[in-house]
C-alpha cells in the first residue's frame, strides 16, 4: 500500500506540474479525489479478468457502472494491494449507475458537487483506472456541453477516459465530484460522456441485490432511434453525414424549441450544408437562448469572414473576450486576425 500511494502522489505532482498554467488546482482537494477512485475486478466466465473503476461515495458504499460487473460473478473493490469485497448492490440499469457495498473499507468519500451548475468551457479533470492502470491516470479537459436528463445533466467533455475508467470520477478543479465517466464514442474525435452526480439520489432509493452478474441495457446502448436525442447527434458528426445531422437536430429543435444547443447542432448541420443563411439563424437562435455559447460565436465569426464583414467579426471577438478570453487566439485564427480585428 505504501508504493501504492508514492504512486498515486507521483501522478499528482506530474497533473499538478502540467496543469498549472492551465487550471487553478485545488491540490489538496483534489488528491482527496484520487484517493476516492477504485478499481472494480472481478473473474468472467471464461476466467480472464474483467475491471473498470469507481469512486467512493459514502461509507462502505462505492458507485460504479452497472456494464462494468455484467460479467462477473463475484465482483470486488481494490486499491494498491488492498481488496475489498461487495457485499451487495442498488442498480438503475437504464441510467448505468449502480452502487455497491463493501466491508471493512476505510476510504473517505468524495465530496459532491452539481452537474447542473457547470458551464461551457469550465475545466475538469478526468480520474480512473484507464487500460487497467495500478494507480488512477488523471486527464484534464473542459466541458464542452451538458444536456438534461431526469434531473440532472448528461456531460460531454473533453477530459478522455479509455478501457478500464468506465465508473471513474469527473471532478471539478476543487475537487468535487460532478459525474460518472461512462462511454465515448470511437474515432480520432472521440465524444467522452459522463452521468450526473445526482442520479446517486435515486440509485439511494433502489432494493439491494445480492445476485451476480448485473444485466440490462443502458441507456447509450439503445438502438439510435430509442436513444436520449442529444445522442444522436454524435454518430453522424463522426461519419460527417450532415444530412442525417440535419435531420436529428430538426427533430430536436422540434422536440426542444428552447435547447441551444439543438439550434447549435442545427446550424452546425447548414454549415457542413453549405446553406449559410439558415446556419446562421441557427446560430443566432442558439446565442438568443444561451448568450455565453462560444461555439455559435466561433462559428458566427467564420460565417462573418466569408461575407467579409469585418464590424460583426470585431462584435464577435468583444463577445469572445468577456465570455472566454482563452478562446480568442482560436477566433483570431479562424477569421485570420492577429490580436485585434479591424
Known amino acids: 500500500m505504501k508504493r501504492f500511494f508514492k504512486y498515486i502522489a507521483l501522478i499528482f505532482v506530474v497533473v499538478s506540474l502540467y496543469s498549472s498554467n492551465v487550471f487553478a488546482l485545488n491540490r489538496d482537494l483534489l488528491m482527496d479525489s484520487f484517493l476516492s477512485v477504485v478499481m472494480i475486478r472481478g473473474y468472467n466466465e471464461a476466467g480472464g479478468l474483467a475491471y473498470g473503476s469507481g469512486v467512493v461515495v459514502g461509507d462502505n458504499q462505492v458507485v460504479t457502472n452497472c456494464h462494468v460487473i455484467r460479467k462477473t460473478k463475484q465482483p470486488w473493490v481494490s486499491q494498491g494491494e488492498e481488496t475489498y469485497s461487495v457485499t451487495a448492490v442498488k442498480a438503475d440499469r437504464w441510467h448505468d449507475l449502480c ?67 468506465s465508473g471513474s470520477g469527473l471532478f471539478d478543479t476543487e475537487g468535487r465530484l460532478i459525474g460518472i465517466n461512462t462511454f465515448k464514442t470511437s474515432g480520432r474525435n472521440s465524444f467522452y460522456y459522463a452521468l450526473p452526480v445526482e442520479w446517486l439520489n435515486s440509485l439511494k432509493n433502489k432494493p439491494a441485490e445480492t445476485n451476480f452478474p448485473i444485466s440490462g441495457r443502458a441507456l447509450w446502448e439503445e438502438e439510435e432511434d430509442k436513444k436520449p436525442i442529444f445522442l444522436q447527434v454524435a454518430i453522424p458528426t463522426i461519419k460527417e453525414d450532415w444530412k442525417k445531422l440535419l435531420d436529428v437536430a430538426n427533430e430536436w429543435t ?20 453549405n446553406n449559410l443563411i439558415e446556419a446562421e439563424k441557427a446560430y443566432r437562435q442558439s446565442i438568443k437562448l444561451d448568450s455565453q455559447n462560444t461555439d455559435a460565436l466561433l462559428r458566427l465569426g467564420f460565417i462573418a469572414k466569408t461575407k467579409d464583414d469585418k464590424k460583426e467579426i470585431k462584435n464577435i471577438q468583444e463577445q469572445i473576450s468577456l465570455i472566454n478570453p482563452e478562446l480568442l487566439e482560436d477566433y483570431n485564427q479562424l477569421v485570420g486576425c492577429s490580436k485585434t480585428c479591424e
Open 254 to 273: 422540434s422536440k426542444e424549441k428552447n435547447n441551444a444547443e439543438a439550434w447549435f447542432e442545427l446550424g452546425f448541420a447548414y454549415e457542413h450544408l
Open 99 to 165: 452502487l455497491m457495498t463493501t466491508f471493512g473499507m476505510p476510504h473517505k468519500p468524495v465530496i459532491l458537487g452539481k452537474s447542473t451548475d457547470l458551464k461551457k468551457g469550465q475545466e475538469v479533470i478526468a480520474i480512473g483506472h484507464s487500460n487497467g492502470v495500478p494507480a488512477p491516470l488523471t486527464s484534464a479537459g473542459v466541458v464542452k456541453s451538458t444536456y438534461d436528463l431526469d434531473q440532472g445533466k448528461v456531460i460531454l467533455s473533453s477530459a478522455q477516459f479509455r478501457m478500464g475508467a
